[in-house]
């Protein structure tokens, strides 16, 4: 599964893509539960590999896109990956006050 990009230029330079890209992994690992995103683009695209980066993405590797002819400047590629954040370890129990267990003994078993 790929997360994308394009903006109109006159959003360029505003934090937009990063914005809703960070909306769009937080739905495609916390709603969906999916356990990886990848992201692709031209090894020219230093703008969308800017926006992988911020998204906490890493270089994965390179390749020949195989639709982009030989010898086209947007024919080498890298692809980004990031994977779903560990789940937070559940909360201790909260451990009861002083003040909770005095107010206990004072009220007696009968108040528990
Ligand atoms: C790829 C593309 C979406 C990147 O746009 P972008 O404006 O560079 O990326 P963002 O929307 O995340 O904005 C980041 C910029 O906003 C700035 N910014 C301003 N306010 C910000 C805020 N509140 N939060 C985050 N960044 C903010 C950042 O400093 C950064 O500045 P910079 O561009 O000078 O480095 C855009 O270049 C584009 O649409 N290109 C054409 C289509 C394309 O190539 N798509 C990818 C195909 S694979």
């Known amino acids: 599964m790929e997360v994308g990009w394009r903006l109109?230029?006159?959003?360029?330079h505003q934090g937009f893509a990063t914005e809703a890209a960070t909306a769009a992994l937080d739905v495609a690992f916390r709603g969906v539960?999916?356990?990886?995103?990848?992201?692709m683009t031209?090894?020219?695209?230093?703008?969308?590999?800017?926006?992988?980066?911020?998204?906490?993405?890493t270089l994965h590797g390179?390749?020949?896109h195989p639709r982009v002819e030989?010898?086209?400047?947007?024919?080498?590629?890298?692809?980004?990956?990031i994977t779903r954040p560990a789940a937070p370890a559940?909360?201790?129990?909260?451990?009861?006050?002083a003040t909770s267990q005095a107010a206990e003994s004072a009220a007696?078993?009968?108040a528990r």
């Open 62 to 64: 390179e390749f020949e």
């Open 90 to 97: 559940p909360a201790e129990p909260a451990a009861r006050s």
């Open 70 to 81: 030989p010898g086209h400047p947007l024919r080498p590629h890298v692809v980004y990956r």
């Open 33 to 39: 539960g999916l356990a990886e995103i990848w992201s």
């Open 8 to 12: 109109a230029s006159h959003a360029w």
């Open 108 to 110: 007696g078993p009968a």
């Open 42 to 57: 031209a090894v020219l695209n230093e703008p969308s590999q800017a926006v992988m980066r911020r998204l906490g993405m």
